[in-house]
């Protein structure tokens, strides 16, 4: 079946260091999602690429998807201690629609300040 | 509060016991899904409805678990003759058809 892995699984960085977590999947994926877990809080949607090559910022966060579909990255620049918590990507089981996310194991970063 | 809701938030039970969550979606979403998340891993997809309609479940989804969604708003997930190896964090989440997931709070689940 569908596998999404996700490296690193853990990253302690000092703050203001910058920090990047990879997403590779085993197929072709319509679209990628990302989300951030909190410790003790619930995934929350951070934002979704569709195209081949697409590049999205959001603040100090800067989101990739690769040529292929099959891999995406996350890069936080100059973290803050707010950004602790665990980064998963997920993406749709086969048919391209949304409801059936594979997620990734996630990678926990861990700001010291 | 307009987000998603879940009760109860925790659950210690012993084995062998009946155990039933509830889901308050997001008023306007169509889509529910349920997932269930353990240490050091990502959410992993259950079951989903599309209004009160159950179109997919997953074989993580034993025949001693039950999900409903009576009139397409509020969820149940029901878990019979519980074992060791459900105790878990459920959690729920909501969408408008294809749109971004909202989660709720999670129900965390013990079985002794």
């Known amino acids: 079946g569908q596998q999404v892995m996700q490296i690193p699984q853990y990253q302690h960085v000092q703050e203001g260091e910058d920090f990047t977590t990879y997403c590779n999947s085993s197929?072709?994926?319509?679209?990628i999602q990302w989300y951030k877990q909190r410790p003790g809080g619930h995934p929350v949607f951070l934002i979704q690429l569709v195209k081949s090559g697409e590049v999205k910022k959001q603040k100090r966060l800067t989101f990739q998807f690769g040529e292929a579909k099959k891999n995406s990255s996350l890069h936080i620049t100059a973290t803050q201690t707010t950004d602790v918590g665990t980064y998963f990507c997920a993406g749709p089981h086969s048919g391209g629609s949304n409801y059936k996310l594979t997620f990734g194991k996630g990678t926990l970063l861990t700001v010291n300040p | 509060d307009t987000g998603v809701s879940q009760n109860p938030r925790h659950k210690i039970t012993k084995r062998g016991q009946n155990v039933t969550f509830r889901c308050d979606p997001i008023?306007?979403?169509?889509?529910l899904y349920w997932y269930r998340q353990t240490l050091g891993q990502g959410p992993e997809f259950l079951t989903y409805?599309?209004?009160?309609?159950?179109?997919?479940k997953s074989r993580l989804l034993s025949d001693r678990f039950s999900a409903e969604r009576p009139k397409g708003s509020f969820s149940t997930l029901e878990i019979q003759r519980t074992e060791q190896g459900d105790s878990a964090m459920y959690l729920c989440a909501s969408s408008r058809f294809d749109g971004e997931q909202f989660f709720g709070p999670g129900t965390r689940l013990t079985v002794l």
């Open positions: 409805f599309q209004n009160e309609a159950q179109l997919e």
């Open positions: 008023s306007e979403h169509n889509r």
């Open positions: 197929t072709t994926l319509s679209n």
